[in-house]
């Protein structure tokens, strides 16, 4: 059975720094690709990230490129979302999700919600002062 669990998740000064994780099971990284998304109250989720399992190539939405980077440790199964220079505007409600498309960077459909089979709980950023 495939399950996502962020955590990381937490209140955060302006310009600071916070990383987020997402263990998966019942599965291989290998196989799948993980993106990142966020929901901001009274708007949609958008797409942060993601990663291709296989070749571990990376994609990211304009609005974070530069300031988060997304890895995988393939032997713990997990993936991470480093975030630095946060803004108040990336105050939301992080979720990882996976599906088993292998989604390569550059794929635009790696930052999309209907790309995905399968969704963590999420973990709360707040970016407060």
């Known amino acids: 059975q495939v399950q996502l669990v962020e955590s990381g998740g937490g209140l955060v000064q302006p310009g600071g720094s916070l990383r987020l994780s997402c263990e998966a099971s019942g599965f291989s990284l290998d196989y799948y690709t993980i993106g990142w998304f966020r929901q901001a109250p009274g708007k949609e989720r958008e797409g942060v990230s993601c990663?291709?399992?296989?070749?571990?190539?990376?994609n990211y939405a304009a609005s974070v490129k530069g300031r988060f980077t997304i890895s995988k440790d393939n032997a713990k199964n997990t993936v991470y979302l480093q975030m630095h220079s946060l803004l108040d505007e990336d105050t939301a409600v992080y979720y990882c999700a996976a599906t088993s498309v292998l989604l390569y960077g550059g794929n635009w459909q790696g930052l999309l919600t209907r790309s995905y089979e399968h969704w963590g709980q999420g973990t709360q950023v707040t970016v407060s002062s």
């Open positions: 990663i291709s399992g296989d070749d571990g190539s990376t």
